[in-house]
Every structure is written in C-alpha cells, then in structure tokens.
C-alpha cells in the first residue's frame, strides 16, 4: 500500500514487495513488484524534506532498497546496496528506510539493489522546488515520468545464475520498456502501449528514467525536439537535441514543445552497444509509446518513427554528454573544487578467468570477469558499513590501489591475454574528511572495450573532462571546464575513452562505486570509498537505526 501523511514536512510512505504475475510478450510470469505496481509508485517531495519509507518484503526472497542519487547526509545506513551498507531485508521483514533530501532538485529514482530484482523493482522520485521558490525555466503545462527498462520472459535472477554458472554473457532480454509496456511493434502490447496526450500549443516536463538492466538507450520523439533542463536531481543549462542518449542509472528532464501539427507521434528507445551481437537484432530492440494530439483528425497509420543513431554509433553517443553544462547561477551555484589533493586514476576492464579444458561459455573458453584497477570485487558476507562501524575485522582490505597495477596502452586493439586475468579481493579506498577527490575512469580494450555508466553513492560529482583514447596527465587538465561542469551522480565512460570526475568528500560514511551494466556489476566492475569523519560533531556519522537487518 502506499499512503502519504506530509505533516510536519515528513511523508510517510509503504512499499511492500511481494510477487505478483504480470503478462508481457505473450507470456505470464511471476516477478517482484512493489505495492503490486510495475513500474512501482513514484515518490514526490520537495527540496530538503526527510522521508520515511516502510518497506515490507512479501516475497520469497532477499531484497534490499536504494535511493538512486540521494546522497543521504552522515545517514549511509539506509542508503540500500547489499553487503556494503546493509544485510538484505529477508522475506517476511520489514525495515524503515529514513531518506534524507538535501540539494537534490528534479527527477531520481528509487531501485532494489540486491542481484537483478531491479528489473521489476524500481519508480521515480520526483523532488520539486521547496517553498518560495521554482523551476529556473516556464513551469511546463504537465509532468509526466518516462521509465526505460527491460523485460525478460524468464525470471532474472535466473538467467543472472545460468550466466554464472556458465561463465557465459547473460541472455539479453526479450524487449526494452516504456512504463513498462514494449509498445505496439509487439502484437500482444497493443492494447497496453503508454500513450501521452499533448495539447497543441503546451509544454511537457518529461522525467526519463533508464532503469534497463544493461541497455545505454537513444531515446527521440518523432518530428519534434527536446530541450534538456536538468539531469541527475541537478538543473542544466538548456541544451536542444533531436534525440538524447541516457544510460543505465541515468535521468533526465527535458521539456517537450507540443508544436507540430495534431497528429500520433512515435517516442522509441533503441539500444546504443558497441557489442555486435547487437548487429543481428536491432529491430527488436525498439520500444514505443505515442504522443497523441488532443483534437479531431484522422492519425496516420503507423505513426511516424523518430531518426535515431545506429545502433554502434559512439560519436552520437556522446553528443549530449558533451553539451551538458550546470545552470551556475546564483540560486544554482557551482562549487567544482578549483584543485584537488587526492587523485585517483581508475581502470574500468572487461576480463576472464582460465576454466578447465576451455569448458566456460565466454570468450574462448574463458569465465567471464570484470575490474577496477585489475581487482574484481568479492562481496562480503558482513556489510562493509556496519564492520567498519563496530570495528568487526576480516571483512575488507583498505588497500585499493590509486592507480592500476601496470601502465600500458589502455585502448590499443590488440592487448597481451595477460591483462585479461584480474585478482580478486573486498578493498576500499579510505578517503580524509574534506579531501578534494579527481577521479580519472579510463576505459581499457582488455577482452573488449565498451562504455561503463559509473555511478557513486553518498555523492553528485563535477564531470570536468572527457575524450577517447588514452588519458594524458599533462595536455587533457588544461582541457577541464572548472566553470560550469554538469553535476551529476552517474557518468557513462566512453568506449575506448576517458572520463574526469571531482567532489569534495565531506559526507562521512561508506559509500558504493559501480558500473550501473547489471553484469559488470555482477563480474565484478565495483569497490567502495570510506569517508572519515570529521572533527565535530556535525561532520560524523549519525548513529545507525534500531532496525538494521541481520547478516
């Protein structure tokens, strides 16, 4: 069930997760959901407010809540990835989940973050303008949130086991969502494609969300263009674009002119992948809806289909990332640290493990693998937050490297098989109270270069510079934009490229770093940071809940 109570500025909300049996692609399934809704409810506040979020698991198995760019102050506990700020909710628990809002203003979203329950569990937060204040563009005649995701006709977790325990590459899904419906290219949605009726004349806030598993999406709508207002819970300068390019882990508010001659209008999404098995089945990677005029006309049959990018164009892929710029006003000020004392260079690898006579089902008889700096991440059995926090040792090392074990030519085609094979381990990086962070993500073409949407907990980061190829310390920092960066919370790294993000490390506690691809984050494309506190009171940790779930 899902009430609202906002006396005294807090809401109170339920999100009971149980199974339930939906009907998608001519098939019926049995899959999580969240209140019996898919997508699940979408939560609203505004700036600075805390809310309070029951969550009940009703299903079968373990589940845990993230609140997907809240960056909670001193209040990791309820931030929701599993063994690193907390122990999953077991079936039949409950845990009250305390979401603190602080700068975040726009469109977020809420997911599981616990195997691959995201695929079912997710919604939108939707934060608007505290009181006395407002949008920094014409408040649009309607708001209505754009969900991307995927839908399998199995359940996910056990496609996610069959692709562990072959060491293969995942099964792709069957068809990509808008508000959860693949659209009426598929014969048995027809009936339940998402429609949005315009006004001639009005304008749209779209809150677009991709919650795919994997899938980096270009996302247009027919005949008409898109004005990029916001990003990540941050306004943005406006930047017009025919189509934007939003990867997993991502939101973006853009608004929508009904200025085209009253008609139906496809929107689609098409997957963005330098894979080529995506060559043999791109025209099912398509999902619609239909922005339909008010009015009386006879439609065109079909309606007409956006021009989007090939499915493998990386140029266009990066077109919006480039564009995108902070409002860096007064009441949106830009506070990107000018320069930093602590920086990180990251490698962010596609890998293997050698299996026995070749007998795995990734590459070349190989086990597939993934790393930063050459470490693939091994999940703990005690939550990082609550061993750090009660000094339990044996749990994670602290040692992650600032730089990758070796130095070579990261985006070369043709690389030794000897960089394939990473080290396993549970380290973090331990970063000071106040530290100025620079974070360079280099993508590398071990086993196979891709993009890598990156996302990191507790944090929005400055995105101060990107390009392909190798980074360079001396000629790409004189290239930074230090003046009005887009800020955001998840940042995609470019196939055979690079990305610069910067933040300064005031919000003690531990704090997730992952790939937002659901399969890199299961091979291992993760670490954590933790972030001491400071020296008053103010600048700590608050203490945990009474309710934390038990490992």
Request: aromatic fraction near 14%; glycine fraction near 6%; include cysteine.
């Amino acid at each position: 069930y899902f009430f609202w109570d906002e006396v005294a500025w807090l809401t109170f909300n339920w999100l009971q997760v149980k199974e339930a049996s939906y009907t998608r692609l001519c098939s019926t399934k049995n899959m999580l959901t969240v209140n019996g809704q898919f997508p699940g409810p979408t939560i609203y506040a505004k700036k600075g407010e805390t809310i309070i979020v029951d969550v009940y698991n009703r299903g079968k198995e373990n589940v845990t809540i993230h609140w997907h760019g809240v960056t909670m102050p001193r209040y990791p506990w309820t931030d929701g990835p599993e063994y690193i700020t907390q122990c999953p909710i077991q079936p039949g628990s409950k845990f009250t989940q305390k979401i603190i809002l602080s700068t975040e203003e726009g469109t977020l979203w809420w997911h599981a973050h616990s195997d691959w329950t995201r695929a079912t569990v997710h919604g939108a937060i939707i934060i608007y303008p505290k009181n006395g204040t407002k949008y920094p563009f014409h408040k649009p005649n309607a708001e209505v949130p754009i969900i991307l995701g995927e839908w399998w006709k199995r359940d996910v977790n056990e496609v996610r086991d069959e692709g562990l325990a072959t060491g293969a590459d995942p099964n792709s899904s069957d068809a990509l969502l808008i508000n959860g419906q693949p659209g009426d290219l598929y014969p048995c949605s027809k009936s339940g494609t998402f429609k949005l009726t315009v006004d001639h004349g009005k304008t749209y806030l779209l809150r677009i969300i991709n919650a795919a598993l994997h899938e980096a999406l270009f996302f247009a709508i027919a005949k008409h263009k898109m004005t990029v207002v916001g990003t990540d819970g941050s306004y943005t300068k406006p930047l017009t674009r025919d189509y934007i390019t939003i990867f997993p882990g991502q939101t973006f508010d853009v608004l929508l002119e009904a200025n085209q001659r009253p008609d139906h209008y496809y929107m689609a999404a098409i997957t963005y992948s330098v894979a080529p098995k995506y060559q043999d089945f791109y025209d099912n990677t398509t999902t619609t809806a239909i922005v339909q005029y008010r009015g009386y006309y006879t439609p065109s049959s079909p309606p007409s289909l956006p021009d989007l990018p090939a499915y493998n164009d990386t140029d266009a892929s990066v077109q919006v990332m480039a564009g995108l710029r902070s409002l860096a006003d007064a009441e949106h000020p830009c506070d990107v640290p000018l320069s930093t004392n602590t920086n990180l260079f990251y490698t962010v690898s596609m890998n293997s493990y050698p299996c026995v006579n070749n007998s795995c089902g990734g590459a070349n008889g190989t086990r597939f693998s993934s790393s930063i700096n050459n470490i693939s991440f091994d999940f703990p059995t005690i939550d990082i937050l609550e061993a750090y926090y009660y000094n339990i040792s044996g749990v994670y090392g602290n040692n992650f490297p600032s730089f990758p074990p070796l130095v070579f030519d990261f985006t070369y085609d043709y690389l030794p098989l000897v960089y394939q094979l990473p080290s396993t381990g549970t380290e973090v990086r331990v970063l000071e109270y106040n530290s100025t962070v620079e974070i360079v993500l280099q993508d590398t073409a071990v086993l196979a270069e891709t993009h890598h949407p990156m996302h990191l907990h507790g944090y929005s980061f400055y995105v101060v510079g990107w390009g392909f190829g190798n980074f360079d310390e001396n000629r790409d920092p004189l290239r930074y934009n230090l003046v009005d960066p887009p800020f955001q919370n998840t940042i995609s790294v470019p196939s055979k490229g690079w990305v610069a993000i910067r933040f300064e490390a005031s919000n003690p506690g531990v704090w997730f770093l992952h790939c937002h691809v659901e399969r890199h984050l299961t091979w291992g494309m993760e670490t954590a940071f933790i972030v001491k506190n400071g020296k008053h009171p103010e600048a700590q940790m608050l203490p945990p809940p009474s309710d934390m779930p038990p490992c």
